[in-house]
């Protein structure tokens, strides 16, 4: 089965990236429930583009990332050399706050992504963005999954939050009303949040912390009150630079109101 690109994707009109993307999805098609991911043996081209994104972005958390992400960074001990096997990532993770990474052959289907998270399972891809643009991509890749998600998952209080997460998420997958607002407050906070810290707006939401132009203009969105309810009725757009974020007075108080709204939702 063929990976489908997008008109305006960086590789589109590139026969051999599209190659190796078929290749990288096959290998995560011919696993059995339960395997850990298979052993991608990673071009020079993909570790090229892996050490340039992540010594660049690297860089930027060291000014942007709150510290609870920077702590779970430490932890995890990501290679800039080289990019990282899921399979050792997902051991490593499991020592630390009990998550497994698993091989997904590309963006797993909404229900079946929030009902793993609640498992304490991350359905990840493995391929690497186009190596022309190392800083952007337009999808989910690898450096995405483990620069923004992993990172974070290595730290508890991060771990826990999205396991309760996911569990909401899978209580409302049958109600599309709920789903969608469980969705949008998701985006705004796990994927794209920030908060209030030593004086500083500091970003927590795995977009933000993956994105290396989004970071260096997060700071000129309209930045609202936090209100996990009113993120809930806020549309946003994926292909864009964020207009809005939602910023949380300290990274304890998003925590402890996260745990409730999400363990609220659907009962």
């Given at each position: 089965?063929?990976?489908?690109?997008?008109?305006?994707?960086?590789?589109?009109?590139?026969?051999?990236?599209?190659?190796?993307?078929?290749?990288?999805?096959?290998?995560?098609?011919r696993?059995?429930?339960?395997?850990?991911?298979?052993?991608?043996?990673?071009?020079?081209?993909?570790?090229?583009?892996?050490?340039?994104?992540?010594?660049a972005?690297?860089?930027?958390?060291?000014?942007?990332?709150?510290?609870?992400?920077?702590?779970?960074?430490?932890?995890?001990?990501?290679?800039?050399?080289?990019?990282?096997?899921?399979?050792?990532?997902?051991?490593?993770?499991?020592?630390?706050?009990?998550?497994?990474?698993?091989?997904?052959?590309?963006?797993?289907?909404?229900?079946?992504?929030?009902?793993?998270?609640?498992?304490?399972?991350?359905?990840?891809?493995?391929?690497?963005?186009?190596?022309?643009?190392?800083?952007?991509?337009?999808?989910?890749?690898?450096?995405?999954e483990?620069?923004?998600?992993?990172?974070?998952?290595?730290?508890?209080r991060?771990?826990?939050?999205?396991?309760?997460?996911?569990?909401?998420?899978?209580?409302?997958?049958?109600?599309?009303?709920?789903?969608?607002?469980?969705?949008?407050?998701?985006?705004?906070?796990?994927?794209?949040g920030?908060?209030?810290?030593?004086?500083?707006?500091?970003?927590?939401?795995a977009?933000?912390?993956?994105?290396?132009?989004?970071l260096?203009?997060?700071r000129?969105?309209?930045?609202?009150?936090?209100?996990?309810?009113?993120?809930?009725?806020?549309?946003?757009?994926?292909?864009?630079?964020?207009?809005?974020?939602?910023?949380?007075?300290?990274?304890?108080?998003?925590?402890?109101?996260?745990?409730g709204w999400?363990?609220?939702?659907?009962?």
């Amino acid at each position: 089965m063929a990976v489908e690109l997008a008109a305006d994707h960086p590789g589109v009109a590139d026969p051999e990236y599209r190659r190796r993307r078929d290749e990288i999805a096959e290998a995560a098609r011919r696993l059995a429930p339960g395997d850990e991911a298979a052993r991608i043996a990673y071009t020079p081209d993909e570790t090229a583009t892996w050490t340039t994104a992540s010594t660049a972005l690297d860089r930027l958390h060291a000014q942007h990332a709150c510290q609870a992400y920077r702590l779970g960074a430490a932890r995890l001990g990501l290679p800039r050399d080289e990019v990282p096997q899921l399979a050792d990532v997902s051991a490593r993770l499991q020592h630390l706050t009990g998550w497994r990474f698993h091989a997904a052959p590309g963006l797993a289907p909404i229900r079946e992504f929030y009902g793993a998270l609640a498992e304490r399972r991350f359905l990840s891809t493995q391929y690497v963005r186009h190596p022309s643009v190392p800083l952007y991509t337009p999808e989910p890749d690898v450096i995405h999954e483990l620069i923004g998600h992993a990172n974070a998952l290595a730290e508890p209080r991060f771990a826990e939050l999205y396991a309760v997460a996911g569990a909401a998420g899978r209580r409302v997958a049958d109600d599309d009303t709920t789903l969608q607002r469980f969705s949008r407050t998701f985006w705004f906070t796990l994927e794209f949040g920030v908060v209030h810290e030593d004086d500083d707006l500091r970003a927590y939401g795995a977009g933000l912390l993956s994105s290396f132009g989004e970071l260096n203009v997060y700071r000129e969105a309209e930045i609202r009150e936090w209100d996990p309810d009113a993120m809930s009725v806020t549309d946003y757009d994926i292909n864009v630079y964020q207009p809005v974020l939602f910023a949380a007075p300290s990274f304890d108080t998003m925590v402890a109101d996260l745990l409730g709204w999400f363990g609220a939702l659907g009962r």
